[in-house]
């Protein structure tokens, strides 16, 4: 049975002059228990919207999203977020004050809260940096925090909306390893949102291929089979794989700069 | 060692920059002006030692602060939690945006005469108008920092687990705390200005009181001795603001 189930799931906006914007029509989407999937589109296709929905951010118009078979109503703390930019965080709390967090509004003694905050900041890498501030931090070391503060709050769900897309290339490669690795220890189910092919083929087990918007649905989902030491550049699994990625996207690509050149 | 040199860099600077002002009245009031009605810095310091030796200036220096002060906690009282709960909630704010956008508009030097026939000359009107002139500004400045929160702030909060009433203690309110403290800080600046006005007007002591009393008998150093004060006090007010901001936005943000 799938973990998280997305069935003819369709998201209109409305604007105040009455105009609307259908985003996203007959969205399909299963996710497994331990799955790594990256839905990988156009910008402005909805993927964000398809998160944000699954988040409980938005709500959706049309059709079915359930979570372990119930529906949702709005957030909460098994669906963890990683957002893109760093205004997420809270300025006034140490990054080990971040971290704990969740742990905090659970009413979780201090002791363990310290505990188990040290725990993921380690695991993140920051270790000796908890009574730093974010405005003290480099961006890469505040997405870690990110990470780590939904770590901290053990989700069932990671929903990771490009969570490295502000990060120079250097960074986003050492994350997305990072991420692997913490990804391989705790086998959480992660969505992940990203317009980057490489990026899909590095993390995902599966990627989910989406259509230009509006009206966006998936177009496809491809198996990504390859080990760790598979997912580098010149490895052919790899490149067969982005080949495929590629070929479905290509057409998409062209359609959304169509439509938006007219 | 860095942070300190730049303290001494400050505090030199201060003592400097208030050296070259006593000089520049110096220097205009003996050589240019040359008029009784423009005492040099020296006199009036005399006279300051003078009225604190017989301690009128104390006195009076203690009546306008505590109207300052009770008007100014009465004032933000009030302002914080209506600021909060206008930026919270929408139709808290469409019921109240009317009043303040209203009120805001009346300055308190022009709610002066209303006040007295009101509550008389003494302390009842001068809360009042310090409570008046501070409600504004903090309410608005509070609600407009409520407004500013990112929404991934709020975002973030939900899916870690937090509850509404969470939300507004440990998102809200520090994420509003520094507008909190700006507001604060431009109403202590109109208290100054309204205590005076209106003490001026229509009161029984004050630094106002003391300005118009001193018009009478035109004790010219008297009236600077109490220029001389307010300037000093609202000073040091706004530093304790800025450092009270500073203190506590500083450390997370280094534009505060």
């Given amino acids: 049975m799938p973990l998280i189930e997305l069935s003819d799931v369709g998201k209109t906006y409305r604007s105040m002059r009455g105009a609307s914007y259908q985003a996203l029509k007959d969205f399909n989407l299963q996710i497994e228990p331990g799955e790594f999937l990256c839905l990988l589109g156009t910008s402005g296709c909805g993927k964000t919207t398809v998160l944000n929905m699954v988040a409980g951010f938005e709500k959706h118009t049309e059709g079915r999203i359930t ?56 695991l993140v890498g920051l270790k000796g940096q908890g009574h730093k501030h974010p405005a003290e931090l480099s961006g890469g070391m ?8 939904v770590l901290a709050n053990e989700p069932e769900i990671l929903l990771m909306d490009e969570p490295f897309g502000a990060l120079d290339a250097q960074t986003r490669s050492v994350m997305q390893k990072e991420l692997l690795s913490i990804w391989a220890a705790t086998r959480k189910t992660v969505l992940f949102i990203t317009h980057d092919i490489d990026e899909a083929v590095t993390l995902a ?3 989910g291929v989406m259509h230009a918007g509006p009206a966006s649905k998936l177009k496809a989902t491809i198996d990504v089979d390859l080990t760790t030491e598979q997912r580098d550049r010149t490895n052919d699994g790899y490149v067969t794989v982005y080949r495929q990625v590629h070929a479905l996207l290509r057409d998409e690509v062209a359609i959304a700069m169509k439509r938006a050149s007219s | 060692m860095n942070n300190r040199l730049d303290v001494l860099y400050r505090i030199g600077g201060y003592i400097c920059g208030f050296a070259l002002l006593f000089a520049i009245w110096h220097i205009a009031a003996v050589y240019f002006v040359r008029s009784i009605l423009f005492p040099p810095p020296g006199r009036v310091i005399l006279k300051a030692i003078e009225l604190l030796q017989d301690g009128t200036l104390q006195e009076q220096v203690a009546v306008s602060l505590r109207r300052i002060m009770t008007g100014f906690a009465g004032g933000a009282a009030i302002g914080i939690p209506l600021g909060l709960a206008i930026g919270s909630f929408r139709p808290v704010r469409y019921l109240l945006e009317p009043f303040t956008e209203f009120f805001r508009f009346i300055p308190a030097t022009a709610m002066i005469t209303v006040a007295v ?9 001068k809360i009042f108008l310090i409570i008046y002139t501070t409600v504004f500004i903090v309410t608005l400045n509070t609600a407009a920092g409520v407004g500013a929160i990112s929404p991934n702030k709020i975002r973030a909060a939900r899916s870690m687990g937090a509850s509404t009433r969470q939300l507004f203690l440990y998102v809200a309110l520090p994420a509003t705390a520094p507008h909190i403290l700006t507001g604060m800080r431009l109403a202590m600046g109109n208290s100054f ?3 005076v ?3 001026l007007i229509a009161a029984n002591a004050g630094l106002g009181k003391m300005i118009w009393d001193a018009r009478l008998y035109m004790l010219v150093d008297q009236i600077f001795v109490a220029l001389l004060t307010l300037g000093l006090l609202g000073f040091t007010a706004d530093r304790l603001f800025r450092w009270g ?4 936005a500083g450390r997370f943000s280094p534009t505060a």
């Fill in chain 1, 67 to 122: 979570v372990h078979d119930r529906p949702l109503s709005g957030p909460a703390a098994d669906r963890g977020v990683v957002f893109q930019g760093d205004d997420s965080l809270y300025p006034w709390l140490s990054a080990l004050g971040n971290i704990e967090f969740g742990l905090r509004m659970a009413g979780i003694p201090r002791k363990e809260r310290h505990e188990r905050a040290h725990y993921y900041l380690e």
């Fill in chain 1, 142 to 149: 505040k997405q870690r925090i990110q990470i780590a503060r």
């Fill in chain 1, 205 to 207: 087990t599966r990627i």
């Fill in chain 2, 117 to 125: 026939i009101w509550f008389g000359i003494g302390e009842g009107s």
């Fill in chain 2, 193 to 195: 200005v309204t205590i």
């Fill in chain 2, 197 to 199: 006005a209106a003490e």
């Fill in chain 2, 245 to 248: 901001i500073y203190a506590f």
